[in-house]
């Protein structure tokens, strides 16, 4: 029989002779909840409702990866920052993960000392008008003033696409989305310009949301996912293999209302998932039944895309390209075995 390290680290670490300084697991599991870093406020992604209490899409990663490591979703610490603050918060050690609807890009990548442990949503960049401006394309926005949150990939983007089509804008920045909002209530700005699924989350925010919808332009590709820092491959491949999890659950079709019953199924598979059989979860230093916690305590993945952004949700957005390898979309688990 195995002795997992999350038992070593538990109470029989004098097993251990030469243990390594303090690995972020170690770190994690000494304050017994992980410190995640989310939004200010994004609709759908981490927001807190009329109880206070955080939800969404990103929000739901966290508890994931609580689950897994604790076997409780609830030892989280949620830490909210703006774009400006989310990188130096992880690469000081103020929170052992961002899930914070960050862009995938290769300067993030590779010079901030950061690793993006997947994508839990594929995105793109596009404009959220007033229908009084008279505007059916983003071609016709040449002139136009934006609203923009600093510190993303947003500005560059408009940049980009502006140029490119011989156009010239005007730019409002604002730290968090919540001011991008109200500067585009205001009139600072003819246009807010975000990643789409905020413009949706962002427009139920309006007096009225009938008054704006968004354009059917989307100029940039924006797969948005949780990082963790570089150099602790033991708390990447938690994190990585987290994101995985939850969508080959949909995949294999184990809910968090059937997950229970599943543990008496046959498929291989299903097995290997919900550790029944094999070693998934002793070979990443955790309880064999990680995933099973997962799955049981916050959902697979469409059923938490369903519930923060989907049909289930007031911002009613299509699965699309978010939708399963094998329904049409892009997320594809790599396989547990």
Known sequence: ????????????????????????????????EVSCGISTGIPGFSATDSKGVWQGLDVDFCKSVAAAVFGDASKVKYIALTAKERFTALQSGEIDLLSRSTT????????????????NYYDGQGFLINKNLGVTSAKELDGATFCIQAGTTTELNLTDYFRANGMEYKAVSYDTSGQTVDGFKSGRCDVLTSDASQLYGLRIKLDD???????????????????VRQGDDEWFNIVRWT????????????TSSNAEAMLKSENPSIKRLLGTSGSAGEDLGLRNDWAYQIVKQVGNYGESFEKNVGKDSPLKIDRGIN?????GGLMYPMPIR
């Open 1 to 32: 029989m195995k002795i997992t390290k999350v038992a070593l680290l538990l109470g029989a670490a004098a097993l251990v002779p030469n243990l390594a300084s303090a690995s972020t697991l170690q770190e994690v599991i000494k304050k017994g």
């Open 104 to 119: 995938w890009t290769s300067t993030r990548d590779t010079s901030l000392g950061l690793h993006f442990a997947g994508v």
């Open 209 to 227: 949301p009938n008054s704006a919808f968004v354009l059917p332009e989307i100029i940039s590709k924006e797969p948005l996912g949780p990082l």
């Open 243 to 254: 994101m995985f999890a939850i969508i080959e659950a949909e995949e294999l079709g184990v």
């Open 323 to 327: 939708n399963l390898w094998n329904k």
